[in-house]
């Protein structure tokens, strides 16, 4: 149960500032969604949280992003370690393609940690079914993961995420790839998931963000323009240009 | 007009193959009509008028072996290379890099005379005895690795190849790594693995039919040296289980024979038999490579990810 803070957060790619120092609170138990227009640099908000940015060629970062109190910047932090406990589901889904079903669920697993075969199977069927997948594939946990529809495949995912147990969830855009059938499926599971998680959401997509989250933030060109509860974001915003874009003016 | 062009140089490209192809089999024709298929399991070469015997064995079995010792020395380091040259960032990267590539560039020749006059000396000083003394005495597989140290062998053979066709394999190699999704390693990372464990997770399960392409290109590259594995394999048509004894390859055995090939005999029409014969091996190499390809392709194809477009048809019908 951990609080995700940004504080006074910069992030660069090369040259260019694409983050002019960001502050932004996740709660836990709470689902914080992130919107803005194409390249406002929200992605790389979300990718800051748990030190993926920096897996980008020439990226660079400034400023403190605190996890449950400690900086996962500091010089003493493995970016392993930050990852481990702060999961992240991305725009397109991305099973590893030769594994399983079952393998994709315990991959992250098999990392560092040693498992019986009946713990990793415990451990995949509670991940399967809080990723809400587990009655689709239950019969084929051995078919290739890649053999998934697209709706299953984010869903195998997530539940790839969750299977290492970690403490906030990061998504990315996690259904913006996907039809309304699918995307309608991962927004209920985010309800359920944000019971037991920090659930941190960017997404494009308005009426999503106004649907699931508890609290929005609102990003131009890397800026945090406003940042409060989604309730209020979007009957009363306080800012002109939020108003403009929650109402389709421009983005 | 340019279909037409296309087509006949196309054409032609096949048209010299076969006409390449049929002054081969034309030419060992004669051999081929007096020992029959014996040609191909034969073992003695004897070019002498009145006692003419021409086998073809011992030097499809050292055309094998040395290629074989090639890859087994090359496909690793170059993975490893490969690997290190698009994933590690730092400033070994570029520098390592152009001398991968400059490798490329030395002639075959050069190769040659370094072997014999470096690298063999080293091997059979320090490589070879110590090999002897540690595998060697491994029961069955140790018998690769006994015998004398001195003299050219199939093993020195085979590490000169190594070298030759470490900067294809690398370079193919760099490609099939290169265009592994960013997502599929975001993926692995985002689990919380190490650079190592992603790319053990997401990288090489997703190139490996490609670096099973790279290597048969580099097979295909060893079958046919044949200079720098004349200088040094020794040119003894003998099959035997040691790595450490001279041996021939079928390259390098017609290069170190049609000298004293007269039209007189059979001796020139057996060494174009010998070439029909490296043909039909380098050509069975590359259908057994499309197939491993295939095979190993099939296993990542179908929807890999990304494939959510295709199937919104099917979700929302």
């Avoid at chain 1, 992003?65 to 900086?71: A, N, T």
């Avoid at chain 1, 599971?189 to 933030?217: C, G, P, Y």
């Amino acid at each position: 149960m951990r609080r995700v803070e940004v504080a006074d957060l910069s992030a660069w790619y090369g040259p260019k500032k694409v983050l002019h120092e960001v502050n932004v609170v996740a709660e836990p138990r709470k689902v914080t969604a992130i919107i803005g227009p194409s390249g406002c640099g929200k992605s790389t908000l979300i990718r800051c949280m748990n030190r993926m940015h920096e897996e980008v060629r020439g990226a660079r970062v400034r400023g403190k992003v605190l996890f449950d109190g400690m900086d996962i910047y500091s010089p003493d932090v493995d970016p392993v370690d930050v990852r481990r406990r702060i999961g992240m589901v991305f725009q397109r889904a991305n099973p590893f393609p030769t594994m399983s079903v079952f393998e994709n669920a315990v991959a992250g697993m098999q990392l560092g940690g040693r498992f019986s075969r009946s713990e990793l199977k415990v451990r995949a069927e509670g991940a399967l079914r809080a990723a809400g997948l587990w009655e689709e594939v239950k019969d084929g946990l051995d078919e290739p993961g890649a053999r998934l529809s697209g709706g299953q495949q984010q869903r195998l995912c997530i539940a790839r995420a969750l299977a290492v147990e970690p403490e906030v969830l990061l998504m990315d855009e996690p259904a913006s790839a996907l039809d309304p059938a699918s995307t309608l499926r991962i927004e209920e599971l985010i309800e359920e998931l944000k019971r037991s998680f920090t659930v941190v959401i960017v997404t494009h997509n308005m009426q999503q963000a106004a649907r699931i989250s508890d609290w929005t933030l609102f990003m131009l060109y890397g800026e945090v323009v406003e940042f409060g509860p989604t309730s209020k974001m979007f009957t009363r915003p306080d800012e002109k240009r939020t108003e403009d874009y929650i109402t389709g003016r421009f983005g | 007009m340019f279909a037409g062009w296309t087509g006949a140089v196309a054409l032609g490209l096949v048209g010299l193959l076969a006409l390449l192809l049929a002054e081969l089999i034309v030419g060992g024709w004669r051999t081929f009509d007096r020992f029959g298929l014996g040609f191909f399991l034969g073992r003695a070469w004897n070019p002498v008028r009145g006692r003419e015997a021409f086998g073809a064995l011992p030097f499809i079995f050292g055309t094998l072996v040395t290629s074989a010792v090639a890859v087994a020395l090359a496909v690793p380091v170059a993975v490893g290379l490969a690997l290190l040259l698009n994933e590690v960032r730092g400033f070994v990267r570029a520098p390592l890099a152009s001398f991968v590539d400059v490798l490329a560039a030395i002639p075959s020749v050069v190769y040659g005379l370094w072997g014999l006059f470096v690298l063999k000396p080293f091997l059979d000083r320090h490589i070879e005895p110590f090999m002897t003394s540690t595998i060697g005495t491994v029961p069955v597989a140790g018998a690769l690795f006994r015998g004398n140290p001195n003299g050219p062998d199939l093993f020195t053979a085979g590490v000169i190849l190594a070298i030759m066709i470490l900067p294809i394999v690398t370079a193919v190699t760099r490609e099939v790594v290169a265009v592994v999704p960013r997502e599929l390693r975001e993926g692995a990372l985002a689990l919380g693995a190490t650079r190592y464990e992603s790319i053990r997770m997401a990288v090489l399960p997703y190139a490996r039919s490609g670096i099973v392409g790279a290597t048969m290109l580099g097979l295909g590259r060893a079958l046919g040296e044949t200079i720098a594995v004349s200088m040094i394999v020794g040119n003894v048509p003998r099959i035997g289980a040691s790595l450490f004894e001279p041996g021939a390859t079928i390259p390098s055995w017609i290069a170190s024979s049609f000298r004293e090939a007269t039209s007189v005999g059979l001796h020139r029409s057996a060494l174009m038999a010998l070439a029909v014969v490296l043909v039909i091996v380098a050509f069975v190499l590359a259908a057994l490579s499309r197939l491993l390809v295939r095979r190993t392709a099939s296993l990542v194809s179908g929807e890999t990810p990304g494939a959510a477009e295709t199937e919104i048809p099917k979700v929302t019908r």
